[in-house]
């Protein structure tokens, strides 16, 4: 973790040392043991600086700017619905009461970085790991890792929608459960290329969706308007199929019809990855 957030007040704590201690054990404990709750830690709300909720402010303003335009339809109905502030670092807390009313989908804060299948077991209940640091001034507009502003104004908004819920839910158990080299890298490029670099067609327009995406003034722009950019019909094999790397624009990039298309092609591959599983252990 970058050497400021880890240093952040939020998360100096015996109790987020506890927590991250419990994570770091996750690799090597049976799925069915693991229990996310211990993963979890309070939100310290008077952690933050002045500087922290400065940042959220410029940051919330600028990707508003376009995103009006440029973002599904259905994750900005679920901004409004979570009612996500744009002055200052927000309390999960109040995000949590307006996603319950929803989808049951809570976010729960963490400490630092999960390993997979800490943070798979944390899908699959359906609850969100959220990072509850918030990058530098310094570092307004790249952080190479998540933070506050990635996770909740990137990814939770989506949370509030049934489809795309029940996709990630889905997700999560199938790879908690999935112990197949050979599934665990598909799932992988499955998670890069919806979850974070993910497209939509809506009302014929392409539009964003992914967090990578969505939190990101140039990437986003790169995505939409760049003419070295191929963007593919989203097909579940093919999207499986294609490696990615991160130290750079996406220059591949997949595109749904709909989030029923994604939750329905999960689940089907979902089934694939359960019934692999099972004809290993027979």
């Known amino acids: 973790m970058n050497a400021s957030l880890e240093s ?9 040392r506890k927590a991250q201690a419990a994570a770091d054990k996750a ?8 229990d996310p709750s211990k993963f979890f830690i309070t939100q310290n709300m008077d952690g933050y600086t002045e500087e922290n909720h400065e940042v959220w402010r410029i940051l919330y ?12 339809t259905v994750f900005l109905e679920g901004m409004r619905a979570i009612g996500l502030p744009s ?10 009461a307006n996603l319950a009313q929803r989808t049951g989908w809570q976010s729960r804060p963490v400490p630092g970085y999960l390993p997979a299948k800490a943070f798979f077991a944390c899908l699959a209940s359906g609850q969100f790991p959220t990072t509850i640091t918030i990058r530098p001034r310094k570092q307004l507009h790249y952080l190479p890792e998540p933070d506050i502003f990635h996770d909740i104004f990137g990814h939770v908004p989506l949370h509030a929608d049934p489809v795309f ?6 997700y999560g158990q ?12 598909r799932l992988g490029r499955l998670f890069w290329f919806t979850v974070e670099f993910g497209l939509i067609k809506e009302e014929g327009r392409t539009k964003l969706y992914g967090s990578g995406l969505i939190s990101s003034l140039g990437e986003s722009e790169h995505a939409l308007r760049s003419p070295n950019v191929d ?14 790397e ?25 089934e694939r990855v359960m019934n692999a599983r099972k004809t290993s252990a027979a």
Not at 61 to 72: F, I, V
Not at 87 to 96: G, H, M, R, S, Y
């Open 8 to 16: 952040s007040k939020v998360i100096d704590s015996d109790e987020a």
């Open 61 to 72: 303003s600028e990707r508003m700017k376009t995103l009006d335009q440029q973002a599904s």
């Open 174 to 185: 199938a790879a908690l459960h999935c112990d197949d080299p050979y599934h665990i890298e």
């Open 27 to 34: 690799p090597f404990q049976a799925s069915a043991d693991i």
């Open 231 to 244: 963007r593919r019909p989203f097909d579940m094999d093919r999207v499986c199929e294609t490696p990615f």
């Open 246 to 270: 991160i130290d750079h624009y996406q220059p591949i990039l997949y595109v749904l019809e709909s989030f029923e298309q994604l939750r329905d092609s999960m689940n089907k591959y979902a």
């Open 165 to 170: 819920a029940e996709f990630l839910r889905t």
């Open 87 to 96: 002055d200052a670092v927000p309390e999960v807390a109040a995000i949590n």
